[in-house]
Structures are given as C-alpha cells and as structure tokens.
C-alpha cells in the first residue's frame, strides 16, 4: 500500500501528462488543471505549485520558496535569506523587526512601531501618532488640521478644543467655557455656570437660579425663594409658601399646615379642597356656576362625611360605609 502511494506521488510529479478526474478531496483530487494530495501536503495548479511546508513556487511560476519565508529565489537570483537580506533595490529586512527600502521604513522592535511611509507610529506606552493625532504618555494629547492645534489635553488640567464646529477650554474642569453655533456657555464651578442656546438661557450664580425658555421664566434663591412665570401658567414659593396658578387651577398652601385649591370642572362647575395638616383634615366642595352645592366630601383622620350628586349622605370609616341616608330638599 505504501508503495502504491509513493508510485503514485512520484508519477504525479514527474509526469506531466497525466490527466484524469478523481474528487476525493482533502485526500486525493486529479483534475485537467490541478492535483491535490493530502491538503494541504501537496498541491499543484498551472504555476503555482506546494509541498508544503517545503516548497513553493508562486508568481506564474517564478518565484520560489523554500520553507517560506526563510528563503526565496526570484527568476534564478537569491531574493531573501532570512532573518536579514539585502536587495539591489537598497531595501534591508532583519524579519519580523526592521523593513527599510527607499519608499518607506518599517520597523516593529517592542514596544516600538514606525512606519515612515503610513500615518502610525508608536512606542507604546510613551508615545503614540495617527495622522495628525498624538498621545504623549502619561496624559499629553493633540490634534493638528492645516498646522493649527485643534485638540489639546493635559489630563486632568487643560482641555482645549478649537475647530469649526466648536471653541472650548477648561481647567481641571472647574474653569471653562465652550462655544458652537447657537450654543455658548462659562463655568466656575461650583460658583457660577451659564448657558445660552437657542430657545434656552441659564445662569445660576451660588445660591440664585436663573432660567429662561420660550416658554416660562424662573427665578430661584435656593432654599428660600422661587417665582415662575409662563404664558399659561404662574408660581410663586418662599420658604413654605406657595401659589400655582393656572387657567383653570389654582392652589395656595402653607407646607404642612394649610392648602386650598381652586379648579374648573366641566358642565360650568367648581371644586374647591381645603387641607389641614397634609391631610389630617380635608374639605372637598363642588358646587354649580350659581354656587349651589352639588356635591360635598368631609374627612377627619380615618372618619369621612359625604353628600353625593344623587342626594345620597354617607358616613364611612375606613372608606367604608357604615350609614347612608336621602337628604330632603
């Protein structure tokens, strides 16, 4: 069997007009154009040509390589003799580490890497450049476009960044500002921070608050005081006082003592609410736009009196009714 093999093998190379077709590929593949045995042992294809990992013959058949990449000879002239070689094109090679010809140098010697020819070069951790970007280790960055810095950074101190889209700088990123198309804004943290953008105006100043919208403007002296006025809508708070109003609510408290609120309801009715103590004890009245009583709702603590719309008074613990009756008119 060996030697069926072998006879096999030796005909294949040697005699250059046997033509069959056998598919049993990885192990054996004749066809008019190749000859495969053992993938990927031995394989043959017009010029191209494997026995891997001997030899190889590429290059429509005039380069040759012999246990690639340690030795190639190009159309009978010694190309490569790894680790180093030389060529007549002045080039020098020391694989993997050093490529040097007379368009671009490469070298890759850990941790560092340069290509002379493309934009990457590094020797990390120290020092790395893509383009126009540079890291300089442990906390130095910058990009340059048509010469001008246009990002800079020293970690934690500086941030600068100036290009088309945006101007900026910080310090330790207590100190800065930034500016950009319909957008501007300064801080000095934690003291002061303003903010302009379309639609938007912010300032808070320490304790003062200040912010302005299309649609409302607020005033605020934390915690003391606060004032919002919209187009539709007001409020007004200092210290536990308050007011809201609105086209069809109101209310007005004293947190946690007293509250009182003021609505309009549908078919030209009104509800009025009246909390004491945060719920201790609550009133709630709905009347007509003649002022008559429709409707009345009375709690204390867990006790509730209650006159319904049908004329119906319930008296219930726990929401719970435990009486009812008919009022008479």
């Given at each position: 069997?060996?030697?069926?093999?072998?006879?096999?093998?030796?005909?294949?190379?040697?005699?250059?007009?046997?033509?069959?077709?056998?598919?049993?590929?990885?192990?054996?593949?004749?066809?008019?154009?190749?000859?495969?045995?053992?993938?990927?042992?031995?394989?043959?294809?017009?010029?191209?040509?494997?026995?891997?990992?001997?030899?190889?013959?590429?290059?429509?058949?005039?380069?040759?390589?012999?246990?690639?990449?340690?030795?190639?000879?190009?159309?009978?002239r010694l190309e490569r003799a790894l680790p180093f070689w030389y060529?007549?094109?002045?080039?020098?090679?020391?694989?993997?580490?050093?490529?040097?010809?007379?368009?671009?140098?490469f070298w890759s010697i850990p941790p560092m890497y340069f290509d002379?020819?493309?934009?990457?070069?590094?020797?990390?951790?120290?020092?790395?450049?893509?383009?126009?970007?540079?890291?300089?280790?442990?906390?130095?960055?910058?990009?340059?476009?048509?010469?001008?810095?246009?990002?800079?950074?020293?970690?934690?101190?500086?941030?600068?960044?100036?290009?088309?889209?945006?101007?900026?700088?910080?310090?330790?990123?207590?100190?800065?500002?930034?500016?950009?198309?319909?957008?501007?804004?300064?801080?000095?943290?934690?003291?002061?921070?303003?903010?302009?953008?379309?639609?938007?105006?912010?300032?808070?100043?320490?304790?003062?608050?200040?912010?302005?919208?299309?649609?409302?403007?607020?005033?605020?002296?934390?915690?003391?005081?606060?004032?919002?006025?919209?187009?539709?809508?007001?409020?007004?708070?200092?210290?536990?006082?308050?007011?809201?109003?609105?086209?069809?609510?109101?209310?007005?408290?004293?947190?946690?003592?007293?509250?009182?609120?003021?609505?309009?309801?549908?078919?030209?009715?009104?509800?009025?609410?009246?909390?004491?103590?945060?719920?201790?004890?609550?009133?709630?009245?709905?009347?007509?736009?003649?002022?008559?009583?429709?409707?009345?709702?009375?709690?204390?603590?867990?006790?509730?009196?209650?006159?319904?719309?049908?004329?119906?008074?319930?008296?219930?613990?726990?929401?719970?009714?435990?009486?009812?009756?008919?009022?008479?008119?």
């Open positions: 069997m060996k030697k069926s093999i072998l006879f096999l093998l030796l005909l294949i190379l040697f005699d250059q007009n046997l033509y069959a077709d056998f598919d049993a590929w990885p192990l054996l593949e004749i066809t008019d154009d190749s000859t495969t045995i053992c993938y990927p042992l031995y394989v043959k294809e017009k010029n191209f040509q494997m026995i891997f990992p001997i030899y190889f013959k590429t290059n429509e058949g005039k380069d040759y390589h012999f246990f690639w990449p340690l030795l190639k000879v190009s159309e009978n060529t007549e094109s002045e080039s020098f090679t020391l694989f993997p580490l050093i490529r040097q010809t007379p368009e671009y140098t002379k020819k493309g934009p990457f070069s590094a020797v990390i951790p120290f020092y790395i450049t893509n383009d126009n970007k540079r890291f300089i280790f442990p906390n130095i960055y910058y990009k340059k476009e048509n010469d001008n810095i246009t990002d800079f950074k020293l970690f934690p101190l500086v941030d600068y960044v100036n290009n088309k889209n945006v101007k900026s700088i910080n310090y330790c990123y207590l100190l800065g500002r930034k500016l950009k198309k319909n957008y501007s804004s300064k801080w000095f943290l934690p003291f002061y921070y303003s903010l302009k953008r379309k639609g938007m105006e912010t300032l808070w100043a320490f304790f003062y608050f200040y912010q302005k919208t299309t649609h409302q403007e607020s005033h605020e002296i934390v915690p003391i005081y606060q004032k919002t006025e919209g187009q539709w809508h007001k409020s007004f708070r200092l210290f536990t006082y308050y007011q809201q109003k609105e086209p069809a609510y109101e209310k007005t408290g004293l947190f946690p003592i007293y509250q009182f609120q003021h609505s309009q309801l549908s078919r030209n009715r009104t509800k009025s609410v009246i909390d004491l103590f945060w719920f201790i004890y609550r009133r709630e009245t709905i009347t007509s736009e003649s002022n008559q009583l429709l409707e009345r709702k009375r709690r204390f603590l867990i006790f509730s009196d209650e006159l319904q719309s049908d004329g119906k008074r319930q008296f219930k613990i726990l929401d719970k009714i435990v009486s009812e009756r008919v009022v008479d008119n």
